[in-house]
């Protein structure tokens, strides 16, 4: 058992949160009790995480996609009012890391996607800046194969944009939402770029770039950073930890 605010407190400072400028709260977000037992973590604290929480016995959930994004409509009402309601009427608190989460050098998404993809340092930095990271196959691979290797690391095909089929090595990432940066990660001397989501000029950018993008979810390059963090903490404070996987095709 450990106390809400004490483990709030240590995953602020682990996180480094308060050198962060995000769209959102980064921390404890809703307080619903004073002690954790078991910890439940999951990428987005949707209502159908939420339920599952509470039919685990949760005191806590921990997710990096939260509540009170910059611009949204702030009363409590609507899908955010129930989802809200549903942690305080069942006393589940809700802790919740954005860009801390993507960006931390052990746990976060990014260093986390790039293990499961076998991506290493090699002669290049794990970052290029704060939030793109940049690697090398531990031995080069056509698209077609960095691609089926992707596939079998997430569970889902990913998107791909060709240009061309000379073998890959060099490697940039960034998880999420983060289309936009193919331009920096094509600056920084990536062959190929993977991150979640595409836009309409992806495309074009990649081709006349002459650099590969894997689309390959949102959701799924987000999912184990949370897994990374909720690890540690149920062998840091001595409680229970559960993924819970709501299934998300973006």
């Known amino acids: 058992m450990?106390?809400?605010?004490?483990?709030a407190a240590w995953c602020d400072?682990?996180?480094?949160?308060?050198?962060?400028?995000?769209?959102?709260?980064?921390g404890l977000q809703v307080e619903a009790g004073r002690e954790v037992r078991r910890l439940v973590s999951g990428v987005t604290a949707s209502q159908a995480l939420v339920?599952?929480?509470?039919?685990?016995?949760?005191d806590a959930l921990l997710v990096h996609h939260g509540y009170f994004w910059r611009g949204e409509a702030e009363p409590l009402t609507g899908i955010k009012g129930r989802r809200i309601a549903t942690l305080l009427r069942n006393g589940v608190s809700l802790?919740?890391?954005?860009?801390?989460?993507d960006a931390h050098p052990e746990l976060g998404n990014n260093r986390q996607l790039g293990e499961r993809l076998g991506i290493s340092p090699g002669a290049a930095p794990?970052?290029?800046?704060s939030l793109l990271w940049q690697g090398r196959l531990e031995a080069p691979l056509s698209p077609s194969g960095f691609a089926a290797r992707i596939a079998r690391a997430l569970g889902r095909e990913p998107l791909h944009i060709a240009v061309g089929d000379d073998p890959i090595e060099r490697i940039a990432w960034c998880?999420?939402?983060?289309?936009?940066?193919?331009?920096?990660?094509?600056?920084?001397?990536?062959?190929?770029y993977v991150s979640g989501e595409i836009s309409e000029q992806t495309t074009h950018l990649a081709r006349e770039?002459?650099?590969h993008y894997f689309a390959a979810?949102?959701?799924?390059?987000?999912?184990?950073?949370?897994?990374a963090l909720g690890a540690r903490l149920a062998a840091r404070f001595g409680i229970g930890h559960r993924y819970i996987e709501i299934p998300n095709p973006a």
């Open 13 to 26: 400072e682990l996180l480094a949160v308060d050198t962060f400028q995000d769209y959102c709260p980064n």
């Open 2 to 7: 450990i106390e809400l605010s004490e483990l």
């Open 217 to 227: 979810g949102h959701h799924a390059t987000e999912r184990y950073g949370v897994q």
């Open 51 to 58: 339920d599952a929480a509470v039919a685990a016995g949760a």
């Open 95 to 101: 802790l919740a890391y954005h860009l801390p989460l």
């Open 175 to 192: 998880s999420g939402g983060a289309q936009g940066a193919i331009e920096e990660a094509a600056r920084a001397g990536a062959q190929a």
């Open 209 to 211: 770039l002459g650099i």
């Open 126 to 129: 794990w970052r290029v800046g």
